[in-house]
């Protein structure tokens, strides 16, 4: 038996939605996406994280099915596993796996079984985000045009830059979530989602990148989505999974106003770099890299001047995008590596600042960025602008 270290993260993964809109005859969770269920599959992406306690909280009369989907995902790691019986309501099966948390737990994640093919980054970079006093969520911006409407009349239109839709696990400080948990229960007010329930006590929530992996099985289209992207997907057990690398590069010069926008960062007093959008030529390099790794054209065919909604817009955006694009594709994006040539602006100071930006970007994949200079030689060392070169890695699936 494979010797663990006693974790201090938790994640409750709530398995008690009825299946009433799949149009299934059993509970959701247990619903077949392929040859495994629903929670099987989000189970893998939970034991595929980093070491956790798992706690499974499933309706009742299905806590053996639970237990066999639970074994089967945790392999020799089901010692860190544990099914517990649901509540009548979201909210009190959460506190049931809230009542089956082992001392050591600092940390805990609330996860829905039915985003089964929730990525394992996703799951690490929600860990890895929450403090001591603050929650944390994944979230995708939302891309639709929304309006406010009044029986059939369109009232007003909604700015969607204000809004995200929000995914899980969510992330909380134990102490913290088990007082909300306690402050709802004495109120009686049901919430929509554990951030809620956790703002409502007064603490703050924050959020990180999601993936466009990680969507909610509800109806019977959304099962169909997950058994196409299923279906391209060369299994881990299978003989080989082959990656794809791409290469970027981009240059950009020196010039416009306004501060200098790179690596996902705003650098107040240096030079900004000319360009379409904010110029950040760390991005763009990474855009083509990963675009290329895919065979899914370039930066100039998706962001260029012909899409005039791009202009002025930064990391985020590019990346994001890039993001969704390669998961409609069916590819997982492993790391990309970048380095950049230039004398300015000083960057050892801010690299971890600028990885921890463009992985979030990224809906938490590995980023490495590296800073050179060229010695006073060439238009970089005249100090003219930036030239960068990215390598990215991806994976069919």
């Known amino acids: 038996m494979t010797l663990i270290p006693v974790p201090t993260t938790a994640i409750i993964v709530v398995a008690g939605g009825s299946g009433t809109r799949l149009g299934a005859a059993e509970p959701k969770a247990f619903v077949g996406i392929d040859e495994h269920s629903i929670l099987r599959h989000a189970l893998d992406g939970v034991f595929a994280s980093a070491p956790a306690q798992v706690i499974v909280v499933a309706p009742e009369g299905h806590e053996g099915d639970a237990e066999t989907e639970l074994r089967a995902a945790a392999l020799d790691r089901h010692e860190l596993g544990r099914v517990v019986t649901g509540g009548e309501t979201r909210q009190r099966s959460v506190v049931a796996g809230l009542a089956a948390l082992w001392g050591d737990i600092s940390t805990v994640l609330v996860h829905d079984a ?47 830059s204000e809004l995200a839709a929000a995914q899980t696990p969510q992330g909380f400080p134990r102490a913290l979530l088990e007082a909300a948990y306690a402050a709802a229960a004495e109120s009686g007010v049901e919430y929509t989602d554990d951030a809620a329930l956790f703002a409502a006590a007064g603490h703050p929530v924050r959020h990180i990148r999601g993936s466009e992996l990680a969507f909610k099985i509800t109806t019977p289209g959304d099962l169909a989505r997950a058994r196409q992207l299923l279906a391209t997907t060369v299994p881990a057990a299978a003989a080989q999974v082959v990656p794809r690398v791409g290469i970027g590069t981009d240059v950009h010069a020196f010039g416009g106003d306004g501060n200098l926008w790179l690596a996902g960062l705003e650098w107040p007093g240096e030079q900004p770099l000319s360009g379409h959008s904010d110029g950040d030529a760390v991005a763009h390099a990474m855009v083509d890299a990963l675009l290329g790794a895919a065979g899914l054209g370039d930066i100039g065919e998706h962001f260029g001047t012909s899409h ?64 050179t200079t060229t010695d006073g030689l060439g238009f970089t060392g005249r100090g003219e602008g930036i030239a960068v070169t990215a390598v990215a890695l991806i994976y069919p699936g």
């Not at 403090?131 to 994944?138: E, K």
């Open 114 to 160: 039915a985003r089964a093919l929730t990525p394992a980054t996703q799951i690490d970079a929600v860990a890895a985000t929450v403090t001591a006093d603050a929650g944390v969520i994944p979230a995708l911006p939302v891309i639709d045009t929304l309006k406010r409407v009044d029986a059939d009349d369109v009232v007003a239109a909604v700015d969607r």
């Open 308 to 371: 005039p909604e791009y202009a002025g817009a930064h990391a985020d955006v590019f990346l994001a995008r890039t993001a969704h694009l390669l998961a409609e594709a069916g590819f997982t994006i492993g790391n990309v590596s970048v380095q950049f040539q230039s004398n300015r602006p000083r960057f050892s100071a801010r690299r971890a600042e600028a990885e921890r930006s463009l992985s979030a970007a990224l809906g938490g994949a590995s980023v490495a960025v590296t800073a």
